[in-house]
Structures are given as C-alpha cells and as structure tokens.
Nanobody, 116 residues
Framework: VQLVESGGGLVQPGGSLRLSCAASGSTFSRYPMSWYRKVPGKERELVAYITSGGGGTVFSDSVKGRFTISRDNAKNTVHLQMNSLKSEDTAVYYC??????????WGRGTQVTVSS
C-alpha cells in the first residue's frame, strides 16, 4: 500500500484545513486508518483513527471537537478536517494504514503550520 498525503499548508489561528490521504491498491477498505502528527523533539502523536468501514472513530483529547476523520473506500481516500486550528497543531501530519498482519504503511507526511 502506498499512501500520499496532501492539503497541508500555512493557516492562521482559528482557521481550517482539510488533509487528504490517497492510497494505492485494491485492499484499502480492509485497513483501519489513522492520522498522526510529529513535531521535532516530541513523540509522534496519534491524532485520529477510523475503522475500516468508517463506522467508528477515535480522537486524541487535544483535537476532540475540532477535528473530524472520514474515508471514502470507493475512492481510496481518508480525510482529516481540521477546524479551529491552534499554533500547537503545527506539525507534520502522516496517515497510516494498519494491516491485520501487523504491517503498518506510512505516507511521507504533509506540513501544517498554524501561525499569524
């Protein structure tokens, strides 16, 4: 599985961004998907998770109520809608696909910068 993130950029505090992750292959619908973020010098943080069918989601406390995750299995994509962005949301955001075998697949990430 190859994953490609897009949609990052520079946004002012309080603004919104929508990240997308496009996956290759025909097995996308089998994988739970997650969004992580990484800031230099800090641990990687799980931001949001969605089940393979899209019926279940989990969010970190730091983004709960501001971010939503969705997926379109017909288009092999997963999205992260980020609203009410704060400076502390600045990070590189990665999507991850987790296979039942235990194999995890990662994209290269997309930079999100929240600054005035």
């Amino acid at each position: 599985v190859q994953l490609v993130e897009s949609g990052g950029g520079l946004v002012q505090p309080g603004g919104s961004l929508r990240l997308s992750c496009a996956a290759s292959g025909s097995t996308f619908s089998r994988y739970p998907m997650s969004w992580y973020r990484k800031v230099p010098g800090k641990e990687r943080e799980l931001v949001a998770y969605i089940t393979s069918g899209g019926g279940g989601t989990v969010f970190s406390d730091s983004v709960k109520g501001r971010f939503t995750i969705s997926r379109d299995n017909a288009k092999n994509t997963v999205h992260l809608q980020m609203n009410s962005l704060k400076s502390e949301d600045t990070a590189v955001y990665y999507c991850e696909a987790y296979a039942a075998s235990g194999q995890a697949y990662w994209g290269r990430g997309t930079q999100v910068t929240v600054s005035s």
